[in-house]
């Protein structure tokens, strides 16, 4: 018996795996049946509802997961989320930092130096950029906060990202690590928010577009743009490409055919660009794209490239990725294409989100579908060029 519930744990596990969080959800909740409520199986039933948008259910398996295991960073990160998708910030914050205040090895500096919320007057702080690109995009229209109330606010930010944040000196110092730095306190820049108590009505203080362009030069086909013309950057491969759940944040770019006659049909000009680092000719050549899609590819060594094209398009089209956050956080029209229950930052549901107001959210109506959402974002697209006309 323990070696059948065994199997049905692992097939539970690898449906997970691949996405299908139906199958996974029905192995986990047979399992719970039998007997088997162990911290982690209640934390795989939390897992599976936050991905099926169940979140009544998610909650309380995850917290189910606290009782039981209370040290469980898995258990409390999946609570924080849910709260803060729901807009339940005050608890959110501190269960979604909950990781990162409790255990060490996810510190990079001393433990006692760590900035709890404390008075900054005087104080020099290092802020460390802990998380994703998309993550930095977010979380950095905080940083004047910090400003306000520390002698000097220095950031710790992942190479790629740099030569951006130095042309936005605004948001604060960037870490020189070859210098010689003298700091009282430090602290990561996702828990900003939740050390100063922020909320709602906080999240949008500077406003729509917070973040500047890097200066530079433009690529060759960038440059001398036709009056008329109008621009759109798509974004269809998420970091995740190669993962089994590439679903969620990546869909063929063939599937975007209804956007690209769209644009070959209109009164104006409409040109495309690829906006990832990443070349993918092929699989525009395969999608008979050749002559529709403008691969910029070489001409993004870190996201000082990318901020210069992205600033020159008229429309920013992507997945859930770091593109779709530093289109947003710079003002431009950007147009998010999202899993059905996608991550926390986007919201629970809506065609839009507080974090971003100005964007536009296409949710999937059936999990791992896209047709419906690329016909909607087709359809504005549609209106949008009839307008600009």
């Known amino acids: 018996m323990l070696g059948v519930n065994r199997e049905l744990a692992d097939k539970s596990q690898e449906h997970f795996a691949n996405g299908e969080f139906d199958q996974a959800l029905a192995g986990f909740q047979t399992l719970f049946e039998k007997g088997f409520r162990t911290g982690r199986m209640y934390g795989d039933l939390s897992a599976c509802h936050y991905h099926l948008g169940n979140h009544q259910d998610g909650?309380?398996?995850?917290?189910?997961?606290?009782?039981?295991?209370?040290?469980?960073?898995?258990?409390?990160?999946?609570?924080?989320?849910?709260?803060?998708r729901l807009g339940q910030f005050e608890r959110g914050w501190r269960e979604y930092h909950w990781?990162?205040?409790?255990?060490?090895?996810?510190?990079?500096?001393?433990a006692h130096m760590e900035w709890k919320g404390e008075s900054l007057e005087g104080k020099n702080i290092l802020v460390v950029d802990e998380q994703g690109f998309g993550d930095t995009f977010q979380f950095c229209r905080f940083l004047p906060a910090l400003r306000h109330i520390a002698n000097n606010v220095v950031v710790d930010y992942k190479e790629a990202i740099v030569t951006l944040m130095q042309a936005n000196p605004q948001l604060g110092e960037v870490h020189d690590k070859s210098a010689a730095l003298s700091i009282h306190c430090w602290t990561h820049m996702s828990a900003i928010p939740y050390r100063l108590g922020?909320?709602?009505s906080e999240l949008n203080v500077l406003g729509q577009r917070y973040l500047n362009r890097a200066p530079g030069a433009l690529p060759n086909c960038l440059t001398g743009r036709t009056p008329g013309t109008f621009r759109i950057g798509l974004m269809w491969i998420g970091?995740?490409?190669?993962?089994?759940?590439?679903?969620?944040?990546?869909?063929?770019?063939?599937?975007?055919?209804?956007?690209?006659?769209?644009?070959?049909?209109?009164?104006?000009?409409?040109?495309f660009y690829h906006l990832h680092n990443v070349e993918a000719s092929q699989e525009i050549d395969e999608a008979g794209f050749t002559e529709d899609i403008t691969e910029l590819a070489p001409f993004m060594a870190d996201f000082a490239d990318l901020s210069r094209i992205v600033d020159e398009m008229d429309l920013v089209i992507s997945i859930d990725t770091g593109v779709a956050h530093l289109s947003a956080a710079m003002g431009k029209p950007t147009w998010c294409l999202l899993p059905k229950h996608a991550d926390w930052r986007w919201w629970h549901a809506g065609p839009s989100t507080p974090w971003y107001p100005l964007a536009k959210l296409?949710?999937?109506?059936?999990?791992?579908?896209?047709?419906?959402?690329?016909e909607e974002a087709t359809d504005l697209l549609s209106a949008t060029l009839q307008r600009y006309q």
């Not at 398996?61 to 606290?66: D, G, M, Q, S, T």
């Not at 296409?362 to 959402?373: D, I, K, L």
Request: avoid cysteine.
């Open 99 to 110: 990781v990162r205040e409790n255990l060490e090895h996810v510190k990079r500096l001393p």
């Open 239 to 271: 970091s995740d490409r190669e993962a089994k759940r590439r679903s969620d944040r990546s869909l063929p770019v063939a599937l975007l055919k209804p956007l690209i006659e769209t644009g070959r049909k209109a009164g104006t000009a409409v040109k």
């Open 198 to 200: 922020l909320g709602l």
């Open 59 to 84: 909650i309380e398996a995850a917290e189910n997961a606290i009782v039981q295991e209370p040290e469980d960073a898995r258990a409390h990160m999946l609570l924080g989320m849910y709260l803060l």
């Open 362 to 374: 296409f949710r999937q109506s059936t999990m791992g579908e896209w047709g419906t959402v690329v």
